[in-house]
């Protein structure tokens, strides 16, 4: 597992830094984001985004080790793969990374 970003300095005082980071939301976001703190039990909008990157970087990590990320529905044997562009750039740089290496 990577490590966790951290704000770059020498000041051992800055390992305790954050930043504050603010969205704009169309209503219809808000009530998305709501839907799924409220589905997910989360009571803070922190809690929902560390879930929201924890999920993004598991699926960047297995993206990026060859994997696809996908649904399974065992009763109909069918396996659905998750397509986004996020996870395609992932995979695309992980290549080029690796390409540059050899």
């Known amino acids: 597992m990577p490590t966790a970003l951290r704000t ?7 390992t305790d830094a954050k930043t504050r980071v603010q969205l704009d939301l169309a ?6 984001l709501n839907w799924l703190m409220e589905a997910c039990a989360l009571d803070t909008r922190k809690e929902l985004f560390n ?3 924890s999920l993004l970087e ?3 990590i ?3 080790n060859g994997r ?8 109909a044997k069918h ?3 998750l397509v986004m562009p996020a996870l395609s ?6 290549a080029r990374v690796k390409s540059l290496a050899a």
């Open 8 to 14: 770059p300095s020498s000041a051992p005082e800055a």
């Open 27 to 32: 209503p219809a976001q808000l009530e998305r």
């Open 51 to 53: 879930t929201a990157l």
């Open 58 to 60: 598991w699926a960047v």
């Open 62 to 64: 297995q993206t990026r």
């Open 68 to 75: 696809g990320i996908a649904s399974i529905d065992r009763s």
């Open 79 to 81: 396996i659905e793969e």
């Open 89 to 94: 750039d992932a995979a695309r740089n992980a």
